[in-house]
């Protein structure tokens, strides 16, 4: 009878051991799940709000910049702090998927990274790194539809936490320009990729003799398309379309896939007269 007394409260023991562990576990599980903090519930609300805030705030050190496209002679390069593209929220919303996860430290600093999916595979995708204490950019990258990286921007090192801007810098948003693209499509047939909208309509040159020309911007939210209506053409690349619309030429320049560039080339009436274009534009103005 001792005995099995003995197994009893040996078997009460042990369970008793069990419960107090499987408790102590729970209580610890909560503790670190309280500690570990959750990636922004709404991606696109929270990049937004680190841009606004951004401009208020002066973040300056060592930022290894590496820009493929649009191409340039020295294509690495540093500089101070991060570039700050023109954007359009509403644009954006409609053209692109956001996600939040958990991102790689960036100069030792822990961060959120926002992932910008397009909605049209042809178009680039971007990712940015927002610092989890400061709650602003400290890394951006745009990929190419393929994903090869054509841009990244990252601090290497920080000159301390960020400082408020004496002047807080005004937000570089860009919005439709429905006359200007409405003139470009009358006078020209411009069809523009699905998602584009016309955002700036300027003169320029173009050529070692400055020939008059004349250039339309346009954007999905983040990505900028160029095109050009010119007196010469220009040489051909995965991401340069120029095409001949008797006697002028329109370059169609861009980070999308090559056969929307074309099919934007493509939509121009030919022959187009440059001087009239030129000429109607002035009047425009």
Known sequence: MEKVKGQRSKVKGFLLFNFLTFLLLTLFCLSLAQTIPEPP??????????????????????????????????????????????????????NFRAKASFGEQIAGRDTWRIDLEPNNSSHPSFRFWIDQKWNIRIAV????????????????????????????RQLPLIEAKPKLEQFVNRETGLQLPDGFT????????VGKDNLAALEVRASNGISVLVMVFAPIGTGNTPRIVSRNIGGSFIWVIGNLNRPELEQTAKSVKAPLDLGVLLSSFQNLR
């Open 41 to 94: 519930p709404n991606p696109i609300n929270f990049l937004f709000r680190a841009l606004e805030r951004e401009a208020g705030k002066n973040l300056r050190g060592e930022v290894l910049e590496r820009q493929l496209f649009p191409p340039r002679a020295v294509p690495e390069q540093t500089r101070a702090d991060l570039p700050a593209p023109p954007f359009s929220p509403v644009w954006i919303r409609k």
């Open 141 to 168: 990258q745009e990929r190419d539809p393929s994903g090869e990286i054509t841009f990244d921007a990252r601090f290497l090192s920080f000159n301390g936490d960020p400082k408020p801007r004496a002047n807080p």
């Open 198 to 205: 016309v955002f700036d309509l300027r003169p320029r040159t």
